[in-house]
């Protein structure tokens, strides 16, 4: 199940670059995540400094 990225994201933009391939962009107001791409890895999840990024 991929990762996603919640509200309380503010757009730090710390979890793009540790992403292993690629699935994180900028949204809207919020980083997003491409379920299609995501591995499940939790890399982004373990970076996040507010606790946005859970598992779906």
């Keep these: 199940m991929a990762y996603v990225i919640g509200d309380s994201c503010v757009s730090c933009g710390t979890c793009e670059p540790e992403c292993p391939v690629g699935a994180i962009s900028q ?3 919020k980083y997003e995540i491409d379920a299609g ?5 939790g ?3 373990g970076v996040c400094p507010t606790g ?5």
């Design 27 to 29: 949204g809207d107001g």
């Design 52 to 56: 946005a990024i859970e598992q779906g």
């Design 43 to 45: 890399t982004c999840a």
């Design 37 to 41: 791409s995501c591995v499940d890895c």
